[in-house]
């Protein structure tokens, strides 16, 4: 299966019960997030996500996903089928580095020939994406 991948990791001074937080309190993405809101759903295995996802230079859609994996204090992934040849995961993840110091990372992984295409076409758009959730995850956490 063809598979890209587009990532940022930042440090974070906080702990990863803050910056769970953040992630885990649904409707608060609105307050943080700069391309996705209106986020609401069950963090659960195998729970619905339903969120509006508008990323600069690309039309805003309704996104409908399942969440294929989590850990609190460490990982939420969902997935979502974006039609024939194409699939979506995206995913945040927390490291800690210490007590109150953490790395934390976000990202999409497209899968399938579409998506590869996806994801060649607008790399650009998508890196701007992935650097500015992190920055606000960032500020959210450590406020």
């Known amino acids: 299966m063809d598979t890209a991948k587009i990532e940022t990791r930042i440090g974070i001074r906080a702990s990863t019960d803050a910056i769970w937080e953040v992630i885990s309190n649904l409707p608060g993405w609105d307050g943080w997030n700069p391309i996705e809101t209106g986020v609401s759903g069950t963090i659960a295995f195998g729970g619905d996500l339903k969120l509006i996802e508008a990323i600069e230079g690309l039309p805003e859609r309704q996104c ?12 939420l992934v969902w997935v979502e089928n974006r039609g024939l040849w194409f699939r979506s995961v995206r995913y945040f993840e927390i490291e800690e580095l210490e007590p109150g110091s953490c790395i934390a990372a976000n990202g999409f992984i497209f899968q399938g ?11 650009k758009h998508l890196r701007h994406a992935v650097d500015g959730v992190a920055e606000a995850w960032k500020a959210a956490a450590e406020a």
Do not use: I, S
């Open 64 to 75: 409908v996903a399942r969440v294929g994996e989590w850990q609190p204090y460490a990982q």
């Open 113 to 123: 020939l579409r998506g590869e295409m996806f994801f060649d076409k607008n790399r």
